[in-house]
């Protein structure tokens, strides 16, 4: 995603590069929450709040960084997206539109790509982590994998979709 923004033509005219569109770098994130998009709020004998920040609106980047646009969308609009529409916007891509497909194959289509990683559950961490493996697998390369009880805690129409990915993988 950061590669697509960095290729338009304003960001090249402009001198940025991938690490512009990361929230995780100075520069181009929101400096106001530090590119998280929201702002904790300390409550005394409460739990904390969470709430959107209000420079960037929760969209993570500077109004600069937000100002390009790529096939209609701001960096932040893309970090939206859940992966079931983010595989759609980046059907022309081979290798993202790959690891999208993925995703969905494993059940995780509606989680969003910006979304943050202590906010997902133990299930869907495993399952990204088998995306990942999926991800890197070829003809040539011989992996073994153990899986120790994979299906604990899903519910039986991820466990199909689970095993529809593993037959995959073992074909």
């Known amino acids: 995603v950061r590669r697509s923004f960095a290729d338009t033509a304003e960001a090249g005219m402009r001198g940025w590069g991938g690490g512009r569109f990361s929230f995780n770098t100075k520069g181009g994130r929101c400096e106001n929450c530090e590119g998280q998009g929201i702002k904790k709020i300390e409550m ?6 969470k ?13 600069e960084t937000l100002a390009v646009r790529w096939r209609e969308k ?6 939206a997206m859940s992966v079931d529409e983010a595989a759609a916007f980046f059907a022309a891509h081979p290798a993202t539109h790959r690891a999208l497909r ?3 194959d494993v059940g995780l289509g509606y989680l969003t790509l910006g979304q943050q990683s202590p906010t997902l559950s133990g299930g869907e961490a495993q399952r990204l982590k088998l995306v990942t493996e999926l991800s890197k697998t070829s003809a040539e390369r011989k992996t073994l ?8 805690g899903l519910h039986m129409a991820d466990v199909e979709k689970l095993l529809r990915v593993l037959h995959r993988l073992v074909d």
Do not use: H, K, W
């Open 44 to 49: 005394s004998f409460l739990p904390d709040v």
């Open 51 to 63: 709430v959107a920040c209000e420079a960037c609106g929760g969209q993570r980047f500077n109004p």
């Open 74 to 79: 701001a960096i932040g609009e893309v970090l």
């Open 102 to 104: 993925l995703m969905q």
């Open 145 to 152: 994998y153990v899986l120790d009880e994979p299906t604990v």
